[in-house]
């Protein structure tokens, strides 16, 4: 997998690719300002395939957007991933932040990526083909995946929306459920390597004295996801975005993650400790 900088993959420096996008533009020297717009406007209402330079240059609106909201993803094509520049900045990164808050913000949400290109869109692909170009993956293997995947169907789709009381679909925000639970792993996983290296303890934050650094860690997390949201839009993103609402990406990911009910001392069988919890890979 590989890390890029790059956030738009379109080179608006190539001649040939902006002379592609602009093919249907159809727009000549003696049109009248008036016939540009429409052309413009007729143009912004044909379907253009996502993330194709036709819909990034009619479907503006959405496309700058990116460019505005901090943002990351997995780009399964190349299997690469990248984030904004503007990400590395606060909640989740700062030069000036102890290293349990970068590594439970923008670490997080590397480690999120990362798992994208293994998650249940994905993972059959990632391990490659053989020879005979067929999966490396044995039936068993993915007969056993399948099962993991179920078991986080089923947890997020039992849990209701505090605000609405709608239930999650499960099946809808599997991807980035499994990106949650898996990325939170990678991330504290390689946060407490550094602590070792740097001899088991970071600095005490003024007022937060009494927490641990691996405790700091995990506050970061919840940090990092804090959010304010209308009903309206409340109910929209349960019906329609792979994301689940924030409280049960954070509350669920966790309580997944034996390491922070060890951190936090939660009592076997409470909400954050349960009993029995979904995780992809146990190593």
Not at 28 to 44: A, G, K, P, T
Not at 160 to 185: F, P, Q, R, V, Y
Not at 209 to 233: A, P
Request: a negative charge.
């Amino acid at each position: 997998m590989e890390f890029s900088r790059i956030f738009d993959f379109n080179d608006v420096s190539s001649v040939l690719l902006m002379e592609t996008c602009y093919k249907d533009l159809g727009i000549s020297e003696s049109d009248s300002i008036e016939e540009v717009l429409r052309i413009i406007e007729s143009l912004s209402k044909i379907n253009h395939t996502h993330g194709s330079c036709g819909y990034n240059i009619f479907k503006n609106n959405e496309y700058i957007g990116d460019f505005v909201h901090s943002n990351a993803f997995y780009y399964s094509i190349l299997n690469l991933f990248s984030i904004s520049s503007n990400s590395l900045a606060e909640p989740l990164f700062d030069r000036y932040f102890l290293q349990a808050l970068n590594y439970g913000g923008i670490g997080v949400t590397f480690g999120h990526e990362i798992v994208h290109g293994f998650d249940n869109d994905h993972y059959k692909y990632i391990y490659g083909l053989d020879e005979k170009g067929e999966l490396i993956l044995t039936p068993k293997s993915i007969e056993n995946f399948e099962k993991k995947f179920e078991c986080f169907v089923k947890q997020y789709g039992g849990e209701k929306e505090s605000k609405t009381m709608k239930n999650i679909n499960g099946s809808l925000t599997l991807c980035e459920n499994i990106a949650d639970n898996g990325g939170l792993k990678i991330a504290h996983r390689a946060y407490m390597k550094y602590l070792q290296s740097i001899g088991g303890e970071e600095p005490k934050v003024p007022g937060f004295e009494n927490f641990t650094s691996e405790q700091l860690f995990f506050i970061s997390k919840g940090r990092t996801s804090c959010e304010h949201q209308s009903r309206d839009k409340i109910e929209e993103r349960i019906d329609t975005d792979p994301h689940a609402p924030e409280e049960i990406r954070v509350n669920l990911a966790l309580s997944n993650y034996k390491p922070f009910s060890n951190a936090f001392n939660c009592k076997l069988q409470s909400r954050m400790n349960p009993e029995h919890k979904c995780e992809v890979w146990k190593k």
